[in-house]
């Protein structure tokens, strides 16, 4: 009944769960109109769990069920600012996630500001958690793990993550006379962290090398 009242002119994001019959794939479930008019940033499917992050203002985090093929369903849902481009399982119960925060412009838009890291607890399939969220640099920052997951370094069994980045100041108005495109980054480089179930803890960063 939503597909069919639904804007045709407005997107909307899908899962659907195939299957092998002789050499052909066939459809056997389907879960459509997750969150209409927003934009899938990214998904990752762990066992009988998918997770999945859309974006239009601020950043849902869903939590698929996918234990019954034919009957996919949403489970939870976490609403929180800004949005995760790349996630990686940290263990069984916590997901982190990488990705930009937010702000809005004074004209009244909400565009990517800074680099944000979030660490998830989804131990509850209905009510997944933020344990924290840490913003590196200001407007214009970017981490190249929103671009390939091989830039994304961890080590889950010390809990050892690094991720490469290029930073620009943080300033109050990156719109009007105090920044501008024409900055020169404050840092390129790798920031490291030590990742617990608590959250993130920095142990440090590495700047580039310049090439000769």
């Known amino acids: 009944a939503r597909a069919q ?8 994001n899908a899962v659907y769960v195939l299957k092998a019959v002789g050499d052909k794939l066939e459809v056997v479930g389907s879960l459509e109109d997750v969150a209409p008019g927003e934009q899938l940033y990214s998904a990752r499917f762990l ?38 481009d790349y996630l990686h399982p940290f263990g069984e119960n916590l997901l982190i996630g990488v990705g930009q925060s937010t702000r809005q412009t004074p004209w009244g838009g909400v565009v990517p500001n800074a ?12 009510k997944p958690k933020l344990v924290e969220q840490v913003e590196l640099g200001g407007y214009g920052s970017y981490c190249d793990v929103s671009y390939t997951h091989k830039a994304f370094t961890f080590m889950p069994d010390r809990g050892l993550l ?5 930073l620009y100041k943080d300033v109050s108005n990156p719109f009007g006379d105090e920044g501008g495109w024409g900055w020169e980054p404050e840092f ?8 617990t179930a608590e959250g993130f803890d920095k142990l440090g960063e590495l700047a580039g090398v310049e090439p000769p």
């Open 5 to 12: 009242t639904r804007n045709v002119n407005e997107p909307y």
């Open 47 to 84: 066992g009988d769990r998918g997770f999945l992050v859309t974006f239009l203002r601020i950043d849902p985090l869903f939590i698929l069920d996918l234990s019954e093929p034919t009957d996919p369903k949403v489970m939870g849902e976490l609403k929180i600012p800004g949005y995760s």
């Open 115 to 126: 680099v944000q890291l979030s660490l998830f607890d989804v131990s509850n399939w209905e």
């Open 162 to 166: 690094a991720v490469p980045v290029v």
């Open 188 to 195: 390129e480089g790798v920031v490291c962290f030590h990742v």
